[in-house]
Nanobody
Framework: QVQLVESGGGLVQPGGSLSLSCTASKIIFSLYNMGWYRQAPGNQREWVARVNSEGMTRSADSVKGRFTVSRDNAKNTLDLQMNSLKPEDTAVYYC???????????WGQGTQVTVSA
């Protein structure tokens, strides 16, 4: 069974940094587009950043210049380095794996990020 397991969430003060990681198993990781999404209470899940199977990255305007997404195909991991965190970054962060050809889509269980003084 495919598993995506996120780690690295927690409580941080505004202006601080956190690093999230997602480890995938039971998929051919290198073939998948990988992404981070987040969902704050009362809000819909929103896209944060992604890195496709070719290593190209994109990020949402709200996090551009502060968050960096990367992947390591040898370790089957997806990372998100978050700097200059703001209270509005508070959310549950989810890892997503999407196969660009067959449309398979997988989600992790999420990890809580709280930015508060």
């Amino acid at each position: 069974q495919v598993q995506l397991v996120e780690s690295g969430g927690g409580l941080v003060q505004p202006g601080g940094s956190l690093s999230l990681s997602c480890t995938a198993s039971k998929i051919i990781f290198s073939l998948y587009n990988m992404g981070w999404y987040r969902q704050a209470p009362g809000n819909q899940r929103e896209w944060v950043a992604r890195v496709n199977s070719e290593g190209m990255t994109r990020s949402a305007d709200s996090v551009k210049g502060r968050f960096t997404v990367s992947r390591d195909n040898a370790k089957n991991t997806l990372d998100l380095q978050m700097n200059s965190l703001k209270p509005e970054d508070t959310a549950v962060y989810y890892c997503n794996a999407n196969h660009p050809l067959v449309g398979k889509d997988y989600w992790g269980q999420g990890t809580q990020v709280t930015v508060s003084a």
